[in-house]
């Protein structure tokens, strides 16, 4: 049987953001993506599809890069996750940041942070990508404006200046 | 119109046999959402009919790879990024590993998972051929015990599935008697990454002197279920691979399939695309020349 509108409960739900245990009261198939952007206010995980296609929603969920759209809160119960807002704890950020910066990389910025948490993602697991390997890791984040390369480069770019460090 | 989360229940019962309880004291009423990469989409447009969902994201029994001398048993709920980083899959069954990387992004990989895909019934699943070439085995699993079913006999029709309304897919086995065939798979879609299928082939096979001696092959999305292709099959065992043979399983592979005409593509499109995905396979197995 179906619930009755107004029969589903709002409950607490305790994990971690970006290194702060936070603890919300909300409906549990509440997106994460909303979660985070209306309850904690953190903005920087953008919506793009809402339907996992695009990559803007992308945060760190225990380390796995995940799309915040398809994840109902009450999955994230005692969850650590990382959204952009606190990625500069992570090594190979501020050299993603850099390049991106330097390439052009970012042009609207609805992609960006999404293109940004992909790209850590994959330095962490990989430190020294082939072109193949960032165009397999940012496959599932779409932009519309700088037709790639750019984002391509910048990841190339922060790979080797890991390494070389 | 988005759905409203105030009308949707999700329960957390954090084991399996909680999970089973509530399948049965309730049959029909719940729905499980693993990584939700299908539930969730379904949920954000609105078009989620079920508002009781079950999280089994969280059990560990149905995360697990078991191995044994003969069987790999992967549990329903592994992810496409653990079967991707799990040594057997990758060297045994290599087509259900590449069929993990083509499936959407890596975040959808880090959620999307091998059991969801299976009840979920997409003829467009790019890891289900795979299935069906390795013979794979389904545990089904509710409070009225544990039951075995070929893999081949879930999809009765279009979305439809043997799973009763209490039970729920426990794991996946498959037989570890593949390794020395030779292995092809072949994606056909608008874009190599996050693209639905428009062709999908998994294939595999063993020669002897150019002779055929087995050929496993399946398709998706050329048929309202994930198809294997019985009648070509049997129309090229025994024989010698040459041009003529080619020519006869592109005719068998075109009239054996279904396909239809959707957003993704046509059916005439589909069914010529089909025919020369098989003959490419039984070219690269005769190249390759391996005798079992």
């Known amino acids: 049987m179906n619930p009755s509108p107004g029969t589903v409960a709002k409950s607490e739900v305790l994990f971690t953001v970006n290194g702060e245990t936070k603890k919300v009261l909300t409906y549990p198939m509440e997106r994460l993506l909303d979660v985070l952007r209306n309850e904690l206010e953190l903005t920087g995980t953008k919506e793009g599809c809402g339907e996992g296609e695009c990559g ?25 996750i990382v959204t952009i807002e606190g990625l500069s704890a992570h090594a190979p950020m501020n050299l993603v940041r850099e390049a991106f ?8 910025g609805i992609c960006t ?22 165009r397999e890791g940012l496959a599932g984040n779409l932009c519309r404006c700088t037709g790639y390369m750019q984002i391509f480069e910048a990841v190339a770019r922060a790979a080797r200046r890991r390494v070389s460090k | ?30 729905l499980p959402i693993a990584g939700g990469t299908d539930v969730m989409v379904l949920y954000s447009a609105g078009k989620l009919s079920n508002r009781n969902l079950i999280n089994i994201w969280n059990i560990p029994e149905l995360r697990q790879i078991e191995v044994s001398p003969d069987r790999i048993r992967i549990g329903a709920a592994c992810t496409y990024t653990a079967l991707r980083s799990d040594d057997i899959v990758s060297r045994e069954f290599p ?4 069929a993990a990387s083509w499936t959407g992004g890596i975040a959808n990989q880090n959620r999307g998972t091998l059991g969801g895909n299976i009840a979920n019934a997409s003829p467009a699943a790019d890891s289900l051929p795979a299935l069906l070439v390795y013979d794979a085995e389904l545990t ?3 409070v009225r015990g544990e039951r075995r079913l070929p893999y081949r006999h879930f999809h009765s029709s279009y979305k439809k599935t043997a799973l009763a309304a209490d039970e729920l897919i426990r794991d996946i086995s498959l037989p570890r008697r593949f390794a020395g065939y030779f292995s092809h798979t072949r994606k056909v879609g608008a874009r190599n ?20 001696r087995d050929v496993r092959l399946a398709l998706g999305s050329v048929a309202p279920v994930p198809f294997r292709l019985n009648e070509t099959e049997h129309a090229v065992a025994g024989k010698k691979i040459e041009p003529s043979l080619l020519e006869t399983a592109r005719k068998s592979a075109i009239s054996e399939i279904r396909p239809i005409d959707d957003i993704r593509s046509t059916a005439r499109y589909r069914a010529a695309v089909a025919g020369n995905l098989v003959a490419e396979f039984l070219e690269k197995l005769a190249a390759a020349g391996i005798d079992a």
Do not use: F
């Open chain 1, 56 to 80: 803007s929603c992308s945060v760190l969920l225990d380390g796995m890069l995940v799309n915040s759209c398809l994840v109902p809160v009450g999955q994230a119960r005692g969850a650590s």
């Open chain 1, 101 to 108: 910066l330097e390439c052009g990389s970012a042009q609207c």
């Open chain 1, 113 to 134: 942070p999404g293109m940004i948490l992909a790209a850590v993602h994959l330095l962490e697991k990989k430190p020294e990508p082939a072109l193949a390997d960032i």
């Open chain 2, 1 to 30: 119109m988005r759905a409203d989360p105030a009308e949707y229940r999700l329960v957390s019962p954090g084991n399996l046999q909680a999970v089973l309880s509530l399948l049965a004291g309730e049959p029909a009423q719940w």
């Open chain 2, 95 to 98: 087509l259900l590993a590449t």
């Open chain 2, 140 to 142: 089904l699993i509710s």
């Open chain 2, 193 to 212: 990454a996050q693209a639905i299928s428009k062709v999908c082939l998994a294939a595999l096979g063993q020669i002897t002197n150019g002779t055929i």
